[in-house]
T-cell receptor, first 115, second 112 residues
Framework: EPEVTQTPSHQVTQMGQEVILRCVPI?????FYWYRQILGQKVEFLVS????????KSEIFDDQFSVERPDGSNFTLKIRSTKLEDSAMYFC?????????????FGPGTRLTVT | DAKTTQPTSMDCAEGRAANLPCNHS???????VYWYRQIHSQGPQYIIH???NNETNEMASLIITEDRKSSTLILPHATLRDTAVYYC?????????????FGTGTRLTIIP
């Protein structure tokens, strides 16, 4: 069964550094999302992306964050200058346009640790 | 999106049916009820969704009350691998581009 993949599984970075989290959505999916989950807290929506532009973003998704689909397969989340409070699990998700569009398929996550 | 209320935690014996309740008393007519689960910090996993009719798939059954103010997710024969946090989410429409708003969910523990 096709699945969403994310790399790296764990990223450690120093405060102020830029990080790029990578995701490969399921190949025929057209909607893409990033969520994050701070340890012990709820899963929070960050941003959705469709047709090469942001569809919706949350208050968390400020100017420090950006998303990109640089080619036909990858979907990336960039954090320009990381802060301690950016430490969290980051989940990528995708969903199709047709078929079963109500399902969002989540990747295994990237654990980001900012020191 | 309407808010949901779920018990914080539940236990269920292995092999028995696990019944997870959810209240969504302010649900609107065009909002669906979705269930996802998250196994130990893995990515959330879609289980089932419905509008007003009861639904069943290979994973679970969803029972929605006639007034749509509450629902119950049923895992018919719980196994240890069903230990997870279960989220009841209501959202507009049945299409892929709306965000999911997660609450705190119900932590279900399957007891051997």
């Amino acid at each position: 069964e096709p699945e969403v993949t994310q790399t790296p599984s764990h990223q450690v970075t120093q405060m102020g550094q830029e990080v790029i989290l990578r995701c490969v959505p399921i190949s025929n999916h057209l909607y893409f999302y990033w969520y994050r989950q701070i340890l012990g807290q709820k899963v929070e929506f960050l941003v959705s992306f469709y047709n090469n532009e942001i569809s919706e973003k949350s208050e968390i998704f400020d100017d420090q964050f950006s998303v990109e689909r640089p080619d036909g397969s990858n979907f990336t989340l960039k954090i320009r200058s990381t802060k301690l409070e950016d430490s969290a699990m980051y989940f990528c998700a995708s969903s199709p346009l047709m078929g079963r569009p109500y399902e969002q398929y989540f990747g295994p996550g990237t654990r980001l640790t900012v020191t | 999106d309407a808010k949901t209320t779920q018990p914080t935690s539940m236990d269920c014996a292995e092999g028995r049916a696990a019944n997870l309740p959810c209240n969504h008393s302010t649900i609107s007519g065009n909002e669906y009820v979705y269930w996802y689960r998250q196994i130990h910090s893995q990515g959330p996993q879609y289980i089932i969704h419905g509008l007003k009719n009861n639904e069943t798939n290979e994973m679970a059954s969803l029972i929605i009350t006639e007034d749509r103010k509450s629902s119950t997710l049923i895992l018919p024969h719980a196994t240890l691998r069903d230990t997870a946090v279960y989220y009841c989410i209501v959202r507009v429409g049945g299409f892929g581009n709306e965000k999911l708003t997660f609450g705190t969910g119900t932590r279900l523990t399957i007891i051997p």
